[in-house]
């Protein structure tokens, strides 16, 4: 239990792989009323940060994956006999 008691004692140390020159800027609650809106705040890894590089894209993209996979779900459970023949 050293462990735990050692790292209470240490809690509010920075760690050494953190580089305070680039820690300088931050802003405290910068994004706490967009959270608090419900708005969803997502990491992205870097190669789909490069992909998507704003919320629109991102927004588009997934609204586009949703449509395909809602239309993919109904012809899924349409039975290939009931499927409607076009007349012409």
Known sequence: MAIKSEAA?????LRPEY???RLKGGVRGKYYKQAAAGTNLVLLEPEVARAFPDSSSVNRA???LQEVATKSSRSARTPAGARRRATG
């Open 9 to 13: 004692n240490n809690s509010d140390d």
């Open 19 to 21: 580089d305070l020159a």
């Open 62 to 64: 997934l609204r586009l």
